[in-house]
């Protein structure tokens, strides 16, 4: 039977990614602070339609706001890994990558009694110890890689990349990959930053961008029997007023397309049913 998830997953960072890129001064700050209540509004919209996400939130957040977070778990929705600060990995030494990583898993165990299921990684970059530290700390999947836009897959570590060379591929692990897309990022289409080094326009108009998410949707219904889409939504994006009206538009669009809503730590655990089941020696 034709199977068509949507997950609607939330990178809780107010502040932090501001402070990321250097952007410590009031303003910067108080614009990711409202964060804080974007959070209370999607979480009550998303009560309304009776729908469980996945929520990502850097150990500095969950530590300056304890009391938006707990809201956050009381409600049902998954906690994932998303860094100690929001600086990318790709960006840190290995032994302060390390010692982030760590740290932030204590914060999410402090918050819900246990470790997270999910990584996903400040700003979608990786480094090439990523990987074994999702595996190493009991990670059962990660959401920073784009090599489908529908299906997970297993993650790869050690591929070797030169630019004027073949690639090698690396070994396959046991962690499944979640997908994202930029295009499928509230950020990218709404955010304006102007910094030293960049200048993000952002500020689309609602109507294209929910016509372009509600579209990759029909897409995959139309050609996978089994499929999944992610969402990505920051609070303080998407808690605009026009925005959460592109949010509820958008949950009840999917919803008339028969969309499913699960979080991502379902979504990979049914999908590693389906792969066992699958698998050659589950049929000799």
């Not at 994932?80 to 302060?96: D, I, K, Q, T, Y």
């Not at 609070?235 to 991502?264: K, N, Q, S």
Request: charged content about 25%.
């Amino acid at each position: 039977m034709p199977r068509h998830i949507a997950c609607l997953s939330f990178d809780f960072d107010t502040w932090s990614g501001f402070a990321a890129r250097g952007m410590t001064t009031p303003t910067p700050v108080s614009r990711g602070e409202f964060g804080v209540i974007g959070a209370g509004r999607v979480l009550d919209l998303l009560a309304s339609r009776g729908i469980r996400s996945s929520w990502y939130v850097p150990g500095v957040v969950i530590e300056t706001y304890p009391e938006a977070c707990e809201r956050v778990v009381r409600a049902g929705h998954e906690i994932g890994h998303h860094g100690w600060s929001h600086v990318p990995p790709a960006l840190l030494e290995a032994e302060r990558e390390a010692e982030e990583f760590a740290r932030a898993m204590e914060s999410i165990r402090k918050l819900t009694g246990h470790g997270p299921a999910g990584y996903r990684s400040p700003s979608w970059d990786i480094s090439d110890r990523t990987i074994d530290l999702c595996l190493r700390h009991g990670c059962r999947y990660d959401s920073s890689m784009m090599g489908h836009d529908c299906s997970p897959y297993f993650a790869r570590r050690g591929d070797v990349v030169v630019a004027d060379q073949p690639m090698r591929f690396g070994e396959t692990t046991d962690l499944v990959e979640m997908p994202i897309s930029w295009s499928l990022d509230d950020h990218p289409h709404f955010e304006f930053i102007r910094a030293k080094t960049e200048v993000l326009p952002g500020l689309s108009n609602i109507s294209g961008v929910l016509e372009n998410w509600l579209a990759d949707f029909e897409w995959m219904r139309r050609t996978e029997q089994w499929g999944m889409l992610i969402y990505t939504f920051h609070p303080y994006v998407i808690g605009r007023g026009h925005r959460m009206i592109l949010l509820e538009r958008l949950i009840d669009g999917l919803a008339a397309m028969g969309a499913e809503f699960l979080t991502l730590d379902e979504v990979q655990q049914e999908w590693r049913a389906r792969q066992a089941k699958d698998a050659p020696h589950a049929t000799a």
